[in-house]
């Protein structure tokens, strides 16, 4: 099993920035991609960026030239840099990692971390 905790999240002024991390611990010498998604009240959760273990990365159009993913193979850690934030950004965000074993893929998700944007 692959444990994500996140971090990070908060308010902030439209403009602001914040920087989510998410930690993997437990079977996690088989872990592939790593990203965040995140889901705002009555809408469907949404891909915000991914990075796989090579550092190829890839993200929504609504965040591109905004936000940055990043990953520490050696820390077991993705980053998730938010810059000039909007309101539009406001939302639950979840770290999500897979591996595949024998042909399986497997997905895990954190619990989340709630970020607000808002004046």
């Known amino acids: 099993q692959v444990q994500l905790a996140e971090s990070g999240g908060g308010l902030v002024q439209p403009g602001g920035s914040l920087r989510l991390a998410c930690a993997a611990s437990g079977t996690i010498f088989s872990i592939n991609n790593m990203g965040w998604y995140r889901q705002a009240p009555g809408k469907q959760r949404e891909l915000v960026a991914t990075i796989t273990r090579a550092g190829i990365t890839n993200a929504a159009d609504s965040v591109k030239g905004r936000f940055t993913i990043s990953r520490d193979n050696a820390k077991n850690t993705v980053y998730l840099q938010m810059d000039s934030l909007k309101p539009e950004d406001t939302a639950v965000y979840y770290c999500?990692?897979?591996?595949?074993?024998?042909?399986?893929?497997?997905?895990?998700w954190g619990q989340g971390t709630q970020v607000t944007v808002s004046s």
């Open positions: 999500n990692a897979d591996r595949w074993i024998l042909g399986v893929r497997y997905n895990y």
